[in-house]
């Protein structure tokens, strides 16, 4: 049987095609004037395949969704019927298998007999009895196989050629390409008799209406012998009678416009009758697709629109009236997309404000119609889940008609808010009136009406408040969906609620703007940011814990989605809440007389700390907060205090406010103590992971170094003050604090570098003195090496207003302190138990020469500034290179080093030391021969060579040779000899 109706279904929609064919060729026959001879025939046959083609995939298509529909029924039906041997039904494990096939299956499976009883023992080598029956295992069940992949869909140009071909081979192909022949021979006649001139127009349209009328005769009388057939001829019939009428009027004005309309309305009239009479989805679209079209085919330009659209009002309620009894939704696209497509068109080219009244209370019945249609669909259409929901006709009604109402309130103020609310009021009210008549069965109806009424109150906000107010309402509207959908235990108001919430902050970023308000707190932009973070931090609150749902597959893969979201959420909602105090802190009060700026509360340097505090003192009571309750991503922030307190800092000195000015001293007295304050909380969190840990210990570590550009700027503030940004005293100043910094971990930090004492320190040293005295300590030690080394080769020594002193002007200080910090950081370090990660090459010989090199350089700069000061050198290389004063003060330097070496490697038998000294001296002789002999006649000359002399004379006589290191037992004897 079902076969057999698809069979009939087939054969209607391929005579579709037919006449589709046989209609598109008449109309190119009848095409006056054309001058393309058979070109018209074949065009139009051309055009009426297409159009076959695609009614028969919307009648394949609508088909394919009932018989899908009445496979899930009989399905359900299997299911509750009992088994064949009497027993209940047992739940199918398996979807997607026919229940039918199941117990078919079940009959003809082989029975297996049972084990036999159990036999006496016997003894270990008596065979087994003959009798005994051996038992057969029952055969393997196949292994599964993997579905092979979906193929990919086909393109339509691919299904086209697919159905002509299915078309033409399918069924009697002798019968289909003879008809296809036919058709071709007597458009060739048609073509040669317009062409000859054998027959008047009038005849030849008379002959084309009759044969239209002949067509429907036919069909109608056979519609019970072979209703396929019939309902093929009537379609046909009407779709001439049509073409007829339009040619009559507009290609060869052979009727004036009224008869001609009254006839197409006519035909409309009889083809639905036909339609309802015989139960025919197709031959309704057909007649209504003609009805209309009626006006657009018989328009001259001049019409009125209230005639217009009185008539397509009329074809709507004749739709509606067939919704009531019939559930056929392709009938009420047809409606719909004629209805409010030429409503758009008129409306864009030919609506004056003058039509207002008459255009608005089209619309308003027009909208209500496919509202109508939309419920009796559904109520014509149920399922296992409930009614269906024609999409379309629910959200298209909505957003087209919204669009069309807003193009007539648009000449009105606050319009189109208004318009949003009304849509918002019909739609709630429809999801009202049908929770009062059968909330389960309408249920995804009222869903989707009050999704949609929802959507319209939110979307009158931005059309009728300004945007930070708008932002604000969307956010708690968000909060409040949000919450319902909790309650409910429902995913999509949930849904809603997250989405609202973004578009809310997106809309308030965007209109982001100076904030010029005179009240404190009581602005616009303060509470629209307040607003927004509020309903976040409290939707963050509620994903703390899993939410019920639904349990459908939707509903399951939102709420994994949504599981990830709870830290997110938080920290939207805490940077709005940041912004809110930021927007305040910047704000600006309104000029005191009419046409004057505004102006800033506080100066720029006031803004950027307060931007600073704000960020802190918010992650300090967040964290507050969040240990309180037990809420561990409200502490998050705290962890990460110190990067707006580096920001804020590098932006201070970028702008030039320092921080002892008034009043940022207090400003980072007050963010310092809550950073430090957040870090003692850190760290005595129980529990806390590997990764938080190594978190806490960096911000103690970036903690060191944000002191030791503040110990910088509060120093830069009174070289400001004394007006010394020219001297040495401004060049010295970031050395200075870092090595002051540098001395204050060696001392303080330094004293517990042994683990087995850690224990005996409070905090921060226990746990982070290691953080202290190698890892914060360690950049240190790079920069103090590097600065002295640059300090020594460029700092000139220029003291004013004080006079230039070797050795105490704030250059020569400032190396000594670096090496003496250097020393006592590499004793510390060296001490350490155990020895920090890397750290071996600290107690090394090598990184005692480096600290000797530098000590070597800072001692001949030392030199050089006294030439620069005293002898009037001047302070660039070349200049103090060919000075012969400073070249015999080099020389004499250095052979008082080596001097020096020399006699205390002899006190200490150091070998290497004492040749590191001769070495040196080496270094003199070479240098007096190459460079100090060549200035012939100068003082300077002589007091070199007799200065060295005299130095090496006494070196001679001290240490004339390299000790021997000293053996474990020296004999007394033998060093007296020496």
């Not at 349990?551 to 830290?567: F, G, I, N, T």
Request: glycine share 8%.
């Amino acid at each position: 049987m079902a076969d057999n109706t698809r069979a009939n279904y087939n054969q209607r929609a391929d005579y579709m095609i037919l006449w589709g064919i046989l209609c598109g060729g008449v109309l190119g026959w009848l095409w006056p004037n054309a001058g393309y001879g058979d070109v018209g025939v074949f065009a139009g046959g051309v055009l009426g395949l297409v159009a076959g083609l695609g009614l028969r995939y919307a009648i394949r298509g609508e088909i394919a969704a009932g018989n899908e529909k009445l496979r899930k029924q009989m399905q359900e039906w299997l299911k509750s019927q009992p088994n064949l041997d009497g027993s209940p039904p047992t739940p199918n494990l398996n979807p997607g298998a026919k229940p039918a096939m199941d117990r078919a299956a079940a009959v003809n499976a082989p029975v297996y007999p049972a084990a036999p009883p159990a036999m006496p023992a016997t003894s270990a080598g008596a065979p087994l009895p003959d009798a005994l029956p051996r038992i057969q295992a029952p055969p393997s069940a196949p292994a599964a196989r993997k579905p092979p992949p979906a193929p990919a869909p086909p393109n339509p140009l691919d299904l086209a050629i697919a159905a002509a071909r299915n078309w033409l081979l399918g069924g009697n192909t002798i019968v289909r390409a003879g008809l296809v022949i036919l058709f071709i021979g007597l458009s060739f006649l048609a073509s040669y008799a317009a062409s000859a001139g054998l027959f008047p127009v009038e005849l030849r349209l008379a002959a084309v209406a009759v044969a239209g009328i002949a067509l429907l005769a036919v069909g109608f009388g056979k519609r019970r012998i072979k209703p396929a057939f019939a309902l093929a001829l009537q379609g046909g019939g009407v779709a001439v009678i049509y073409l007829t009428v339009f040619a009559a009027f507009r290609l060869f004005s052979l009727i004036p416009p009224l008869p001609a309309f009254g006839l197409m309305i006519v035909v409309c009239a009889l083809s639905c009758a036909l339609a309802l009479l015989q139960d025919s989805r197709g031959l309704a679209v057909a007649a209504f697709a003609g009805g209309f079209a009626v006006p657009l085919l018989l328009s001259t330009g001049g019409g009125s629109s209230v005639g217009l659209f009185s008539y397509y009002t009329v074809l709507n309620l004749a739709i509606l009236f067939i919704a009531y009894k019939r559930s056929w939704r392709v009938l009420n696209m047809v409606g719909f997309v004629a209805t409010f497509g030429v409503a758009t068109t008129w409306g864009v080219l030919k609506y004056d404000p003058a039509l207002y009244l008459s255009s608005q209370l089209f619309l308003i019945l027009f909208v209500l119609i496919y509202l109508t249609a939309a419920i009796l669909y559904a109520r014509n259409t149920p399922t296992r889940l409930g009614n269906a929901v024609d999409s379309t006709l629910m959200f298209g009604t909505a957003l087209i008609g919204f669009g069309l109402q807003v193009g007539l309130a648009s000449q009105f103020k606050l319009g189109s808010a208004f318009s949003a609310l009304g849509f918002a009021a019909l739609y709630l009210l429809l999801a009202a009136l049908l929770m009062q008549r059968g909330r389960q069965n309408y249920r995804l109806m009222i869903e989707s009406m009050l999704a949609i009424g929802i959507g319209f109150v939110t979307l009158a906000v931005p059309l009728a408040l300004d945007v930070r107010w708008t932002s604000a309402v969307w956010a708690l509207e968000g909060a409040g969906a949000f919450w319902v959908g909790m309650r409910q235990a429902r995913w999509m108001p949930r849904a809603f609620g997250l989405l609202l919430q973004v578009v809310a902050g997106g809309a308030f970023l965007a209109a982001l703007d100076d904030n010029v308000a005179a009240w404190p707190l009581a602005n616009p932009m303060f509470i629209g940011a307040m607003f927004i973070a509020l309903p976040a931090l409290a939707i963050a609150w509620w994903l703390r814990t899993p939410l019920l749902h639904s349990d459908s597959a939707w509903a399951r893969s939102y709420v994994k989605a949504e599981a990830l979201l709870a830290q997110p959420a938080y920290l939207y909602g805490f940077a709005f809440w940041c912004l809110a105090w930021i927007v305040e802190a910047w704000r600006s009060v309104p000029g005191s007389e009419a046409g004057m700026a505004a102006q800033p509360l506080f100066s720029a340097g006031t803004q950027q700390l307060l931007t600073m505090l704000a960020l802190v003192a918010s992650a300090w009571l967040w964290s507050l907060l969040g240990r309180k309750s037990g809420w561990a991503v409200a502490t998050w922030p705290s962890r990460l205090t110190l990067l707006p307190l580096v920001l804020a800092l590098i932006v201070q000195e970028l702008s030039d406010f320092r921080v002892l000015a008034t009043p940022a001293w207090a400003i980072w007295l007050a963010a310092l103590a809550l950073h430090f304050r957040m870090l003692y909380q850190n760290d005595t969190d129980a529990g806390a992971s590997t990764g938080v840990l190594r978190l806490n210990r960096a911000m103690h570590v970036g903690g060191v170094w944000l002191l030791t550009l503040l110990l910088a700027d509060c120093l830069w503030f009174w070289i400001a003050r004394a007006h010394l940004w020219q001297t040495s005293w401004a060049s010295v100043v970031l050395l200075v604090s870092i090595i002051a910094i540098l001395l204050l971990l060696s001392l303080w930090a330094g004293k517990a570098n042994r683990l087995a004492a850690l224990a005996e320190f409070g905090w921060p040293r226990n746990p982070h003195a290691v953080a202290y005295y190698w890892h914060a300590a360690m950049p240190l030690v790079l920069l103090v090496y590097a600065g002295a080394l640059l300090m020594a080769l460029l700092s000139s020594g220029h003291t004013e207003p004080l006079p230039y002193i070797p050795l105490l002007n704030p250059t020569d200080l400032a190396l000594a302190l670096a090496l003496g910090a250097l020393l006592l950081w590499r004793r510390v370090a060296s001490a350490a138990q155990p020895l920090p990660a890397a750290a071996a090459w600290v107690a090394r010989r090598e990184t005692l020469l480096a600290l000797a090199a530098l000590a070597f350089v800072a001692l001949n700069t030392v030199w050089l500034r006294i030439a620069h000061h005293f002898f009037g050198v001047r302070w660039d290389g070349p200049a103090l290179f060919d000075s012969f004063v400073v070249q015999t003060g080099i020389a004499i330097l250095w052979t008082l080093l080596a001097l020096g070496l020399m006699l205390l490697a002899h006190r200490r038998a150091q070998r290497a030391l004492w040749l590191t000294g001769a070495g040196l001296l080496g270094l003199v002789v070479v240098k007096l021969l190459l460079v100090d002999l060549s200035n012939a006649g100068g003082a300077e000359r002589i007091i070199t060579f007799i200065a060295v002399g005299v130095l090496m004379l006494v070196v001679g006589y001290f240490a004339p040779l390299p000790p021997k290191a000293l053996a474990a037992h020296p004999n007394p004897m033998e060093n007296k000899q020496a």
